[in-house]
């Protein structure tokens, strides 16, 4: 069965750091684009960042970029999301997403981990 | 940054037909996907490229793709179809992938 398990959420202050981990099984993990996919309260879907398959190539959306860092171990199918300098306003569910159908159509996604950013 | 923008909210009846707009700008030129989100779930895709099925979605559910609008259509709407929904798209001038705003479909 194919499968991606996000952990590593919590509560942390503004300004932490958090690293998430996505586990993935049932398919040739490091064959796919990843990317990772959140979700405020009440809100709806933001793309965050996405890594090519070997990890040589990444692309962040203008509110992380220099604050997280996507990257990969295809050793471990494991993708992980290093969120540094968190805001309040990063608050939600990330999820853990990939494109089996076809480029950029999300078909397999994680059952999300929840990052709270508060003091 | 390209937008995408959805109705907040759509309301139909059992039966009928619910339709759901994503309006972008020359959004036609791009290949769209749509997803399908209830409380507390993950979302689920329900079309992909424009018009495209994934393997167990109900054929009730279909999608277009022209112009400055791409619209997402529900037929013979059922009470297990209230959900939020999303368009998507991959905006090349960025490398972003895109959502739109969601839409709310509220089954009467």
């Known amino acids: 069965e194919v499968q991606l398990v996000e952990s590593g959420g919590g509560l942390v202050q503004p300004g932490g750091s958090l690293r998430l981990s996505c586990a993935a099984s049932?398919?040739?993990?490091?064959?796919?684009?990843m990317h990772w996919v959140r979700q405020a309260p009440g809100k709806g879907l933001v793309w965050v960042s996405r890594?090519?398959?070997?990890?040589?190539?990444?692309s962040y959306a203008d509110s992380v970029k220099g604050r997280f860092t996507i990257s990969r171990d295809n050793a471990k199918n494991t993708l992980y999301l290093q969120m540094n300098s968190l805001r309040a306003e990063d608050t939600a569910v990330y999820y853990c997403?990939?494109?089996?159908?076809?480029?950029?159509?999300?078909?397999?996604w994680g059952q999300g981990t929840m990052v709270t950013v508060s003091s | 940054s390209y937008v995408l923008t959805q109705p907040p909210s759509v309301s139909v009846a059992p039966g009928k037909t619910a339709r759901i707009t994503c309006g972008g700008n020359n959004i036609g030129s791009k290949s769209v996907h749509w997803y399908q989100q209830k409380p507390g779930q993950a979302p689920v895709l329900v079309i992909y490229y424009d018009s495209d099925r994934p393997s167990g979605i109900p054929e009730r559910f279909s999608g277009s793709n022209s112009g400055n609008t791409a619209t997402l259509t529900i037929s013979r709407v059922e009470a297990g179809d209230e959900a939020d929904y999303y368009c998507?798209?991959?905006?090349?001038?960025?490398?972003?992938?895109?959502f739109g705003t969601g839409t709310k479909v509220t089954v009467l």
């Open positions: 997403v990939t494109a089996m159908v076809g480029p950029g159509a999300f078909d397999i």
């Open positions: 890594i090519n398959s070997d990890g040589s190539s990444t």
């Open positions: 049932g398919f040739t993990f490091s064959s796919y684009w």
């Open positions: 998507q798209v991959w905006d090349s001038s960025s490398d972003h992938q895109v």
